[in-house]
């Protein structure tokens, strides 16, 4: 919505809008005051627009209100609230806390996509990111056996979330090639049993 600076009637029956210091959001109220004027194009000034309108006054006619909309600015309100309501969503539901697993290691270059933290719901894998990282930011993530060999792997992005539905015992996260990739390695610590 704009706001409105000033809208001023002139001794003719005219009317001027300017913007001034004064600001309001509020319908304009244009009442007949009895002149013999019967058109009239007042200017409204709005910090978004100018507004050009054309009034006549007729004895037989009377219109309560008009308004108009603007298709693209409702657009970008719908997808400002959806864009609010996917980044307040929860990243998963149905999470069992006593099985939740935050038992990683992180090791690797000093990247600005390096994960803050890395846990498992006994189903998924997580891999948490700061919250400055863009989803387009985030590398692929690969699974390593035993060998060394890599596989990459299916995942979703959630917000700063990275979702893997397998357990991740050992995988790496890497960008670029050669000489000039970057990586960052995750490992599963496996709990130690109690010697008896």
Known sequence: MATIAKLVAKADGSFEGTLA???VTAPIA???NGRKVKDSEPVINTDRRTYHVELRATP????ASVSWTYPADELIALRAAEAERERT????AGFNLAALNFR???????VAWKPVRIF??????FVEFAQSVAADEMPPIFAL?????VELLNYRVHGRFMLIDRILERAVLRLGVGKAAREVRI????PRRAQS
Do not use: C, F
């Not at 969503?89 to 998963?92: D, K, T």
């Not at 498992?120 to 894998?125: E, F, L, P, S, V």
């Not at 056996?145 to 060999?149: I, M, N």
């Not at 490992?187 to 496996?190: A, C, F, I």
């Open 30 to 32: 244009i009442l007949p």
């Open 60 to 63: 037989a006619t009377y219109m």
């Open 120 to 125: 498992d719901d006994g189903r998924q894998t």
């Open 89 to 92: 969503a929860p990243v998963a």
């Open 187 to 190: 490992g599963r610590d496996t």
């Open 145 to 149: 056996d035993e060998h060394g060999d």
């Open 21 to 23: 210091t004064l600001s």
């Open 104 to 110: 990683y290691r992180i090791s690797g270059d000093k």
